[in-house]
């Protein structure tokens, strides 16, 4: 993989000793949609700001394409040119305007009193002016705004103004293009909407680019890869589908989504559980903590030729689409969501069956955010 953005060991304290970013590493490769995800406060925005360069770091190392834009002083000394230690610790720090970052804010920034088109030539400033009006009315077109060229900002819906934001970002072809929580501000359908346009966009023009959200929904549908980050460090860092189905910690486990997490008696490959013998995701003996999720359950009636698991049904939320139930199995309960087909009703006696392995969660766990949807069974 060709390694774009290379983020080492970047610290922030605002009021020390307490860090909001803590030894925060992770790498990007060209043309990556890269999402940093977690909870209100865990250090996201900050992260992102130490990058662009707009908050210096305390620590830490940042390079771009090759390029060293932060590097704190305590690291190893400098090496002269005949390769021995000359004692000295340089310290560098690119000013934001000069690193080749395009950043894209929830609030979409736009001058209310320049047309679109003149909104996407001011982020121009480095082309020759004769040629700023066509590079600018290139990227529109590219972007499917050529229609709004004229207008101002507030004649455009939010949407609208969040993709003439990243026209003037992408514009002076940056290196890599910033996002903060860019569809924060558009209601539910224009935010999808927007969400996949502009994902198609930063594909269609080839960028390299850091998502900071906290809608898991978000992240896990626009983002390559992503990193969960909880109280200023990153506790995961994966595909959409490595966070979601095998998430490391309890943490990850619960931001992702709602989950059932089991304590269970491990005995390699399996562990006993409620709902019987259940195959683990990685080998492991003793106990341990299992998220499962409430889609790899399933229902069925119980079958007086085999073992059953026998729960009991405590209530049921039809969704159209799908159903949650919720089942009380040796005195606890967990969640079980099955496609619109199964049907049971609150007092049913049923077996509950996996559908997929446990996933094994690591010990010690750390804090459960407030916005984690958890059952423990
Ligand atoms: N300039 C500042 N001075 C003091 N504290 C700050 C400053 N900027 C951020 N913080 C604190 O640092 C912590 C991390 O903030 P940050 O904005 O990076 O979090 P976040 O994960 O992006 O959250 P959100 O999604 O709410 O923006 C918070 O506790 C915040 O109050």
Known sequence: MNTHLQITGLS???EPPE???????????????FALLGPSGCGKTTTLRMIAGFEPQDEGEVILNDRILVKSAS????????????????????????????????????????SVLRNVMFGLKNVPKNKREVRAEEILCMM???AFMNRSPFELSGGQQQRVALARAIAPTPELILLDEP??????????????????????????????THDQE???????????????RIEQIGTPE??????????????LGTTNLITAEAIG????????????????????????????????????????????????????????????????????HTDNRIHFRPGDQVNVRPLETGVVLEEPDVAVASTAKEVAV
């Open 242 to 255: 490595e966070v979601y189905y095998r998430p490391r910690t309890r943490f990850v486990a619960q931001f």
């Open 183 to 212: 569809f924060s501000n558009l209601d539910a359908v224009l935010r999808q909407s927007t969400r996949d346009e502009i994902r198609g966009l930063l594909k269609k023009a080839g960028m390299t680019a850091v998502l900071v």
């Open 19 to 33: 860090k909001v970013v803590d030894q925060v590493s992770f790498s990007v490769n060209r043309h990556e949609i």
């Open 269 to 336: 490959a399996s562990a006993l559980t409620e709902f019987g013998r259940i195959n683990l995701n990685r080998p492991a003996t003793g106990r341990v903590t299992l998220s499962i999720r409430p889609e790899h359950l399933t229902l069925e009636k119980p079958n007086p030729r085999i073992d059953n698991h026998l729960g009991e049904v405590v209530s049921k939320e039809f969704k159209g689409h799908d159903i949650t139930y919720r089942v009380r199995i040796k005195a606890r309960e967990c969640l079980v």
């Open 144 to 146: 499917g705004l050529r």
């Open 218 to 232: 978000e992240a896990l549908s626009f983002a390559d890869r992503i990193a969960v980050m909880n109280e200023g």
């Open 12 to 14: 922030k304290s605002f």
């Open 75 to 114: 690291g190893k000394p400098e090496k002269n040119s005949t390769g021995r230690n000359n004692g000295k610790k340089r310290k560098i720090f690119i000013e934001p305007e000069d690193r080749g970052i395009g950043f894209v804010f929830q609030d979409y920034a736009l001058f209310p009193h320049l």
